[in-house]
C-alpha cells in the first residue's frame, strides 16, 4: 500500500502532526530511530510513566505523556527502531529495521527530526570520559545512568541548567559548572520586554539557578576555552576565563553544550533550498507558516525548522498536519487559539537566543575537527587557503565529513573554518554537500531491500 504521509522523527511535532492526520482519517506511518514514542525530549516516557518516575525528570518532561497516549490511540502506525537513509521524489522512503530494509511509499512527507547539539571541538574533547549534555541526558533518561567520578558541566543555555537540576534530583553531585555564557548584552535586554510573553519559562530557568546555587554546586563564570587532559581518559579540565584567569578541576566526566541545532541533513539532501540564520548562527530549511518546503509535498516542523522549543514544536507539527491534509483534499478545523498559543511558546526565543549567542572562534590547530577520519583543525585550515577551496572542496582534500556520521559533527565547524579563511561569514561559505544515504547503512541492507505490498 501506498501511505498517505510518512512522518520521520516521533518527537512533540511529529507526534502531534501524526494524531491531527490519523484523526482527519488518512492513513499514517511514523519511523522514529528509538523503539518508543517520545523523541529525544520525551525519550522513554511510557516506561518511566508506568512506573511512576517521569515526575523527577521535571514538569516539562512529565506532561509528554498525554501527547504519547493520544498518538498511540488515533491509528497511526508506529515503526520504532527503524533508520530512514534515502527519501526518492515520489515518495519512496528506505528504511531499515535490523537487518531488514523496505522502499514505503507516500503521498507526502514530513521531516520532524529536531535539533542535534552544536558541534564545539576543543582540545581533548575525543577523549574518553567526555559527552555532551545532550547525550548524558539520554542515558539519564532511558538508562537513569549517573556519570561516575567526579562530573564537571561546561557550557551555557538552558540545557545544561536543567540536566544539572535532573542530577541533583537524583542525588548525584556536581564538581564544578564551567559556564561559558558571555555577560548579558544590550541586544539580550533589548529582546526581553517582548520574552516577558513567555515569563513562565523564564521563571523556571530562574528557578533551575537558584536550586543550583543552593546546593553549592561551584560555578566558574565567564569560561573561555576548555582543554580535556588525561593520558587514556578524561582526567582534569583546564580552563581560561574571560579575564584571563586559568584553573584546573579533577574530573572523571565532563559533559559539554553550547547549544543545539536544526538537524538539516535530510533537507539539504533531499535539496530543500536552506538559509543561513544570523540569530541561532545555524542553517534552516526554507518553509512557509505550515512547515512547506520548497520542494513539493515535503513539510519541515519543529527544532528542524529552526529551534523552537517543545511546546512551539507541538503546535507547529499540528499546523503541517493540516496543512498536508488539505493538500492531499482533507478539511481540519484549526483551532483560533493556537496562533496565540504559539505566539506564547514563542516569545522567550530571540531573548534566548542573544542571551546564549553561539560560540564564533575557531578551535586551536591542534583539535581534532572530524572525529571519523582524524582530521585536525590545520589540517583544514591548510586546504581552506587554497585560492577559492569551498566546503565540498576542502571535505575532498582533507575526508573532513566523509565518516560515518558524515558530517553531522563536523560540518559547522569545516564552514566556520573556510569562513575564517576567506574573512566571510558562515552563510556565505554554506555547507558541504548532502547524498545519501543519510545514515550509514550495509550492503547486507540494501541487497535486502522489498518494496512494501
Not at 137 to 153: C, D, M, N, Y
Not at 251 to 258: I, K, S, T
Not at 340 to 365: E, I, K, T
Request: net charge positive; glycine share 12%.
Amino acid at each position: 500500500m501506498t501511505f498517505d504521509v510518512a512522518i520521520v522523527g516521533a518527537g512533540p511535532a511529529g507526534l502531534s502532526a501524526a494524531v491531527v492526520l490519523a484523526e482527519a482519517k488518512l492513513s499514517v506511518v511514523v519511523f522514529d530511530e528509538q523503539e518508543a514514542p517520545g523523541g529525544q525530549i520525551w525519550r522513554a516516557i511510557e516506561a518511566r510513566t508506568a512506573d511512576g518516575s517521569a515526575g523527577s525528570m521535571g514538569a516539562d518532561y512529565a506532561a509528554g505523556a498525554d501527547l504519547v497516549r493520544r498518538f498511540r490511540a488515533c491509528g497511526a502506525e508506529f515503526r520504532g527502531g527503524s533508520g530512514v537513509w534515502q527519501i526518492e521524489e515520489g515518495f519512496d522512503l528506505y528504511v531499515s529495521r535490523g537487518a531488514h530494509s523496505e522502499i514505503v511509499a507516500a503521498r507526502a512527507v514530513l521531516l520532524a527530526v529536531g535539533a542535534q547539539e552544536r558541534p564545539t571541538p576543543f582540545p581533548g574533547w575525543t577523549l574518553p570520559g567526555v559527552v555532551t549534555v545532550g547525550a548524558a541526558q539520554t542515558l539519564l533518561k532511558s538508562a537513569r545512568q549517573v556519570p561516575s567520578g567526579p562530573l564537571v558541566v561546561a557550557g551555557s543555555g538552558p540545557l545544561p541548567l536543567l540536566y544539572m537540576n535532573q542530577l541533583l534530583a537524583a542525588g548525584r553531585p556536581i564538581a564544578a559548572w564551567l559556564d561559558t555564557t558571555p555577560p548579558i548584552s544590550a541586544e539580550a535586554m533589548s529582546r526581553l520586554p517582548a520574552a516577558l510573553g513567555g515569563w513562565r519559562d523564564l521563571m523556571k530557568g530562574f528557578s533551575w539557578l537558584r536550586r543550583l546555587s543552593g546546593a553549592g554546586v561551584r560555578r566558574v563564570r565567564g569560561v573561555t576555552s576548555l582543554r580535556a587532559e588525561g593520558e587514556e581518559r578524561l582526567r582534569r579540565v583546564a580552563y581560561t576565563t574571560r579575564g584571563g584567569d586559568t584553573g584546573v578541576v579533577e574530573a572523571g566526566q565532563l559533559a559539554v553544550h553550547e547549544g543545539v541545532i536544526p538537524a538539516v541533513q535530510m533537507p539539504l539532501g533531499l535539496g530543500c533550498d536552506v538559509t543561513w540564520r544570523a540569530d541561532q548562527r545555524a542553517f534552516v530549511p526554507r518553509c512557509d507558516d505550515g512547515g512547506a518546503t520548497s520542494v513539493p509535498g515535503l513539510y519541515v516542523a519543529g527544532d528542524g525548522g529552526g529551534i523552537v522549543g517543545a511546546r512551539a514544536a507541538c503546535l507547529q507539527g499540528a499546523a503541517a498536519g493540516r496543512a498536508i491534509a488539505h493538500r492531499l483534499g482533507v478539511s481540519v478545523a484549526e483551532d483560533p487559539a493556537d496562533a496565540g498559543r504559539l505566539a506564547r511558546a514563542l516569545a522567550p526565543r530571540a531573548f534566548l537566543d542573544a542571551l546564549f549567542p553561539a560560540p564564533r572562534s575557531v578551535p586551536p590547530d591542534e583539535t581534532i575537527v572530524c572525529r571519523c577520519e582524524e582530521v585536525t583543525v590545520r589540517q583544514v585550515r591548510i586546504a581552506a587557503a587554497t585560492a577559492e577551496a569551498g566546503p565540498n572542496q576542502v571535505k575532498t582534500f582533507t575526508r573532513c565529513g566523509m565518516g560515518p556520521c558524515q558530517g553531522r559533527q563536523c560540518g559547522l565547524t569545516l564552514s566556520a573554518i573556510v569562513a575564517e579563511a576567506r574573512g566571510a561569514d558562515v552563510g556565505e561559505v554554506g555547507l558541504s554537500t548532502v547524498r545519501p544515504p543519510f545514515r550509514p547503512v550495509t550492503l547486507g541492507e540494501v541487497a535486502a531491500l522489498t518494496r512494501r505490498a
